[in-house]
Nanobody, 111 residues
Framework: VQLQAYGGGLVQAGGSLRLSCAAS????????MGWYRQAPGKQRELVAL???????NYADSVKGRFTISRGNAKNTVYLEMNNLKPEDTAVYYC??????WGQGTLVTVSS
């Protein structure tokens, strides 16, 4: 299974972006999907996870600004990012349990 992420780009602080991710096959349902990010020189960190039919979990740094959701199509996940800050600059990776990863999409927030 491959995960394909879309939607990164360059945005000014205070702006918004929407990331999308879809799996390459849908023979089975991925239980947990989400997003991680890795800033330059830092370790990869959790942004948000959303299990099927359960509440989402968010990193404290993005609570109230980011919203994760599952799509109507199987094995799709979105991340709505509002009020972006320069510290949100990172490569964002789509994740699907147990260990599927997307190729990463770069989000750059300018001050």
């Amino acid at each position: 299974v491959q995960l394909q992420a879309y939607g990164g780009g360059l945005v000014q602080a205070g702006g918004s972006l929407r990331l999308s991710c879809a799996a390459s096959q849908n023979f089975f349902s991925i239980n947990v999907m989400g997003w991680y990010r890795q800033a330059p020189g830092k370790q990869r960190e959790l942004v948000a996870l959303i299990p099927t039919n359960e509440q989402a979990n968010y990193a404290d740094s993005v609570k109230g600004r980011f919203t994760i959701s599952r799509g109507n199509a199987k094995n799709t996940v979105y991340l709505e990012m509002n009020n972006l800050k320069p510290e949100d600059t990172a490569v964002y990776y789509c994740y699907g349990s147990p260990a599927y990863w997307g190729q990463g999409t770069l989000v750059t927030v300018s001050s």
